[in-house]
């Protein structure tokens, strides 16, 4: 028997429901398996008819994420998964729209997209699989690649600077920025279901280890007994703490931040409650990195701003009123001449 969407609205999802009967085809040991498993959760929890989900990528192994999905999906180009989900939450806003993508794909060829999807702020979820190395591709160095990265295509070391996503985001203009790694899959459920939530471009930095060409360049903050010295949490509201014994913290003053170290769970007043609509110092804590500081992880920022689709409809929605609208007005209105 046939159900309607309202019907299924109703069911209860399990993550297993979102699997697709597609073999999934990355490499035994990588941490894309631990982002599918989340995603197919968060989707779960967020219970939305699952023919109201879209997930469009472009080319790589990230990419492959649509076929393992039970949603509507799009396999793109190399870059371009981007313009193609802003044309599908344009043409359809009722749809909640995914882009899964690689740090090539991303912040290289698809690199101009990014920041402005991010300016325009086009409701959609944009989850960045950062392993900083081109997988797909068999290991070339990708963007995000640490200075002096040896690999086959840069035998004696890369010579540049890394991109850093968070920081290219929150100058961009994005309205929901948020990092977690793969190996925190419930922090990452978590995000996911606060990305799809906000309204406007949601995009979450994801450290995702490629065990085949670049396995463990995240390893020295994200192992389990070095966590928590490591990395810190972002919470609205919360006082920036980190540490296993509860004895240290970050102070924000005259756009530099500081590491304060007290007697265990003693914090200093000036310690700086992080603020979740603070550009600044948002900006300031996305360019922090083991070992100098420890690496924030969670929400960056989460403002409210029109979005690009609501604001297309208002103006075609102004446009008919007053303007009438005419195709042959349209047409022989202008610089119109008949070639005869
Ligand atoms: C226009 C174009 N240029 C280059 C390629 C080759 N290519 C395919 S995937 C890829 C990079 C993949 O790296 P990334 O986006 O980081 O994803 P990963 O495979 O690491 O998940 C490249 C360069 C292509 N398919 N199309
Ligand atoms: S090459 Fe790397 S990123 Fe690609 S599937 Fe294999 S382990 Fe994962």
Redesign the pocket.
């Known amino acids: 028997m046939s159900t309607t969407v309202e019907e299924r609205e109703q069911i209860k999802y399990k993550p297993n429901d979102f699997k697709s009967d597609q073999d999934v085809r990355w490499c035994p040991g990588c941490e894309?398996y631990a982002i599918l498993k989340a995603f197919q959760t968060a989707l779960a929890e967020i219970g939305i008819a699952r023919e109201k989900h879209a997930v469009i990528s472009?080319?790589?192994?990230?990419?492959r994420l649509p076929y393992y999905m039970t949603t509507y999906g799009f396999h793109t180009?190399?870059?371009r998964p981007i313009p193609v989900a802003t044309g599908v939450k344009v043409a359809n806003p009722e749809l909640s729209v995914w882009v899964m993508?690689?740090?090539?794909?991303?912040i290289?060829?698809g690199g101009n997209h990014l920041i402005h999807v991010m300016r325009r702020n086009v409701d959609i979820n944009i989850l960045l699989?950062d392993?900083r190395?081109?997988?797909?591709?068999k290991g070339?160095y990708?963007p995000t690649s640490d200075r002096g990265t040896v690999n086959k295509s840069a035998p004696m070391g890369t010579i540049e600077e890394p991109a850093e996503p968070l920081a290219l985001a929150l100058a961009s203009g994005a309205t929901f920025v948020a990092r977690t790694s793969a190996a925190y899959v419930k922090h990452l459920v978590e995000l996911i279901v606060e990305a799809h939530k906000h309204k406007g471009t949601s995009f979450i930095h994801i450290y995702q280890n490629?065990y085949v060409y670049n396995d463990g360049v995240f390893d020295q903050f994200t192992e389990k007994d070095v966590r928590e010295d490591r990395n810190i949490v972002l919470e609205h509201g919360k006082p920036l703490l980190f540490g296993k014994n509860n004895d240290r913290g970050l102070k924000f003053k005259d756009g530099r931040i500081e590491i304060v170290e007290f007697k265990s769970g003693n914090p200093p007043d000036d310690i700086t409650v992080y603020d979740e609509t603070n550009l600044s110092l948002a900006l300031s804590l996305s360019r922090l990195y083991w070992p100098e500081y420890p690496v924030p992880m969670g929400i960056f920022r989460r403002v409210q701003q029109p979005t690009f689709e609501d604001s297309i409809q208002a103006q075609i929605k102004r446009a008919k009123e007053k303007l009438s609208p005419d195709i042959n007005r349209l047409l022989y209105s202008g610089d119109v001449w008949e070639v005869k």
């Open positions: 894309d472009g080319i790589g192994c990230a990419a180009i190399h870059g993508t690689g740090d090539g794909d991303a290289s060829i699989f392993n190395v081109y997988g797909l591709t070339q990708s490629c």
